[in-house]
């Protein structure tokens, strides 16, 4: 038994000969122009941000690890990573059919955001109204995927996982085997993107099927076809890497976070990041109605982190209306199904880092169960009630999320030629035109510790297998390999940030002592070259840029 397979609640009348009534073959019509005109309106609108950095120091991770790849360099063996292999290989691709640039990769990030809200649309209209399904589905393009849109293996992962929580919906609704393989397929993928949410959508997809196989309403014959969906993606990849002769390193780079990132990365629940003097800027600043505006503007923050939480207590709520002696309620195994895929994401998040960033990676998953709040159908009297009030809230809140985020990005006119392509910022960055100027592409320079993009944007590389460190996370051997290689290449110039202690204890709370008073590599540099130039990023950020001791200074362009 299963709950009805279509897509939304549409009139089911249909003739004496089995034919669709006008009216159904309408509504049909209508659902599919709505579903294209909601992913070409969310396209053309991330379309907006795809040349517009703050240069995040994550984004350049996947970048220069895509760039190593198409230079013919394997993951593990030539450079190092703790990442799953995927993002840097579909990037690969997409740099070695459209070329190597920062607007290609953000382009792909447009169409993967696009997906993930007709995603949202296709789940929540199962049960609710096609306005409130559409509007979840627009919050999830302009607050959540433009929100931090990024050339991560988040991004990538997140839409593997949001066509993977489709399927599992049609799993449930049909039974049908194509639909469980390919969920397997896509959760396989998603570990090979980014391991802890693709174990996490593996651990709520198993749950979700086996209560609906416990409850009868799916055959175990079903598990079949999701194991073999999951398991050829693994084949492939093993056996590539080990033709490679790289099988060893990759797996103790996947089991590399266990060890060594949980501890730097360990925040409170719905951590956001915020410093002192950004809690000044928002909470106590300018007149009352000021802050409470900046108030309202920063809490979809602290709503997003709830709702995977809601998820849980829904699923607690729906598993025994599986177990009614007679049918279970309308709508019982589409709930669990969902409730119990997103109950394992949210572990995926909890063994990472519970910040607001990892929330909002997910946030056109969360937003289903935001949809299901404000419409999907309820017998409580209380929430039918306050519903007005929680909408209004809603599109307040979020809608002025998303406003100051696309203000933000349309109102950048400070326009850098790169390597890599034009990109914009908010305030001029005097490090890319000085490193392009003092240096050719391909010239090894070490960015420390941590802002791979100057190096990808510089068409530069590191003089070691590491294109970042974290102090704190990356181990003292580690560091020690990194010096190695300095001296072993000769590096000739430096490009450090002084600052970077500042940043852990709004970033990385959880990093030991040791590590922020005592940084060899940072010693090492100091100790041995000698700042030629100070420079600044868009973002404010000091950079020293150092050569060594015996050589001379760059001569000013």
Partial sequence: MAIDSSMVHANTESDHDGNESPHRLNERQVERGTIVLLFLGSLAYLWLFRRFTTL???????????????????????FFSFYTPGSFYLVAVLFRVFGNSFVVARGSLAFAGAICSVITYLVARRVCSRGIALFAAILATIAGFAFRFLVLHNSYSTLLACVGVYCVVRVAETGGHRWAFAAGTLTALTFLVEQPKGGGLALGI????????????????????????????FVVVLAYFSSKHALHEMISSWLWPLHHYTTANR?????????????????????????????????????????????IALLLYWIPQLRRQDAPISGAPYYVMV??????????????????????????????VLAWIMGAPSQSKVLQRVRPIFIFYVATAFGMLGLAVLLVTTGSRNQMDTRRGVIKTGTPDTVIPFLQSHSKAGDKILVYPYLPLYNY?????????????????????????????????????????????????????????????????????????????????????????????????????
């Fill in 56 to 78: 995040e120091p994550d984004e350049g991770i996947v970048l220069q690890g895509a760039s190593r790849v198409l230079s013919g360099q394997v993951p593990y063996k030539d």
């Fill in 206 to 233: 198993g749950l979700g099927v086996l209560l609906l196989c416990r409850a009868g309403l799916l055959n175990r014959s079903i598990l079949w076809p999701i194991l073999g969906g999951i398991s050829w993606p």
């Fill in 267 to 311: 925040v409170p629940y719905g951590w956001q990041n915020w410093s002192d003097q950004s809690r000044e800027m928002i909470f106590r600043t300018g007149p009352w109605f000021v802050r409470v505006a900046k108030a309202i503007a920063v809490s979809p923050g602290l709503l997003v982190s709830i709702l995977p939480l809601a998820a």
């Fill in 339 to 368: 409730c119990s895929t997103l109950s394992g994401l949210l572990v995926s998040v909890i063994i990472v880092r519970t910040d607001i960033l990892h929330f909002m990676y997910l946030a056109p998953l969360w937003y289903i």
């Fill in 457 to 557: 944007l510089s068409a530069t590389t590191s003089p070691s297998r590491f294109d970042f460190f974290q102090p704190g996370m990356n181990t003292p051997e580690q560091s020690r390999e990194i010096l190695a290689s300095i001296e072993s290449t000769q590096v000739k110039a430096v490009l450090i940030e002084p600052g970077f202690p500042e940043k852990f204890a709004n970033s990385w709370p959880g990093t030991p002592l040791q590590f922020v008073v005592r940084d060899p590599i940072a010693d090492y540099v100091n100790s041995n070259f000698r700042v030629c130039k100070m420079l600044s990023s868009s973002e404010g950020w000091r950079f020293h840029y150092m050569v060594r001791r015996d050589s001379s200074c760059p001569e000013p362009n």
